[in-house]
Nanobody
Framework: QVQLVESGGGLVQPGGSLRLSCAAS????????MSWYRQVSGKERELVAA????????NYAHFVKGRFTISRDNAKNMVYLQMNSLQAEDTAVYYC???????????WGQGTQVTVSS
């Protein structure tokens, strides 16, 4: 059974950093496209960063480029999102997701809240 569990969210001051973690089970992260999304209440979920199964391709939303980094630890079957220079506009629930090109199913974690406030 595929399961994704996010952690690492919390309250941080503007300009601060957080690292989100996504623990995967039931599949191997190196065989999936792993992504981070975020959602603000009342708004659509939006892509933040994605990493291809090969690890050769990473994509970032324009609003996080240069500040956030998606990475993967194959040995631990984990995916991370390092977030630096956080701004109030980054406040949202962050979700980890997994999919493959061969299957339309997208797997989601339960989300972790990130709040950027002074």
């Amino acid at each position: 059974q595929v399961q994704l569990v996010e952690s690492g969210g919390g309250l941080v001051q503007p300009g601060g950093s957080l690292r989100l973690s996504c623990a995967a089970s039931g599949f191997t992260v190196s065989q999936y496209i792993m992504s981070w999304y975020r959602q603000v209440s009342g708004k659509e979920r939006e892509l933040v960063a994605a990493r291809s199964s090969t690890g050769l391709i990473t994509n970032y939303a324009h609003f996080v480029k240069g500040r956030f980094t998606i990475s993967r630890d194959n040995a631990k079957n984990m995916v991370y999102l390092q977030m630096n220079s956080l701004q109030a506009e980054d406040t949202a629930v962050y979700y980890c997701s997994a999919r493959t090109l061969a299957d339309p199913t997208v797997y989601w974690g339960q989300g972790t809240q990130v709040t950027v406030s002074s």
